[in-house]
């Protein structure tokens, strides 16, 4: 699978597991990894974004209810403050909401007034099992996109494919191979000649930090370009496809994912190019149809605009300030693509056009 690296797994101290992270604020210049023992500790790690990524922050949060039912010594009605908590720590992703909603209605039996430690241990048994679907999902994904792949080289007649991809939702994003780096994962397995195009993603770089350090770790060609390059690009033949993951997607298949990816539609669009979105189930939000008016957007610290991290000639990590000390800055996490500028949705179900009935039909009527 990914190599020698995991987003996030459980150690085991004799008395109970507990979760450790890759801090993810720290690549590329610095492996470094965190325990997370308390529910705050889980807040702040989604919040500052130690972890980051939609599936692996709802990874998290549901280990996180795990965390929070050892706390409250196996009170349900003090877990639901707890998990209010984790499910407000951001606000586009919907994968966290959706593993705190999934993981609190399991549990709504599991209260033993004989034992305490009943609800965590039912709460460790069902996070357990919401990731292993989560991982089966993302191994899908890698055969159904890797599939596309093919296609799209059989077509074109060509050996060697150009996929541009924006920010990070490889296996640092989403366990277990990610979403849009899973089909190219697997392109590698299958001897695909692949080359990728990562999109730096300002202002936090998860591309050029996270996605080219991905990439690297799999001796996976790959070439970082400035956020307004791809156009450019794709304008001259050097884009066979543009793979991306998503934060939220309607029920009409509006897709929000980084900040960025909407104008890389445009051009993918404009240019004929192939763009798909690579999604697991618990990406979908029912409830919101219309995703540019619906889905709220993460307006973070206007500061991470303004600074930039590096590492000096020292090797030590530098953040600099990179515009005049009293200009404004604004910092939207994420945009919405509409649906109509998406070529397909790469799912554990197979490729899904981004349409509300074919959506329906795909998704809806069965318990995701
Ligand atoms: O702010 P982040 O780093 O958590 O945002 C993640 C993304 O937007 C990724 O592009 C990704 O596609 C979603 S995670 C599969």
Redesign the pocket.
Known sequence: MQGKYKALWLNDDDFYEYLEVIDQTKLPFEYDTKILTTTDEVVRAIKN?TV??????GSVAAFGIYIAAIEVEGDYEKLKEKANLIRES?PT?VNLMWAVDKMMELLKDSEDPEDSDALAEAALEFAIQLNDEEALESQKIAQYGCDIIEEILKKKNKTKINILT????GWL??IDE???LAPIYEAKRRGIDVHVWVDE?RP?N?GASLTAWELAQSEIEHTIIADNTGGHLMQHGEVDMVI????RVSASGDVA??IG?YLKALAAYDNNIPFYVA?PAS?FDFSIKDGVKEIPI?LRSPDEVRYMKGVDDEGIVREVLITPKDSPAINY??DVTPARLITGLITNKGVCEADFDKIQEKFKRENI
């Open positions: 974004m980051r990524g939609a599936g692996v922050i951001r992703a924006h920010c990070n939702a994003a989403v990610g979403t849009a993603t936090r998860q991306v993951g998503a934060d994912n980084k990816t999604i990406t993460e996490g994420f």
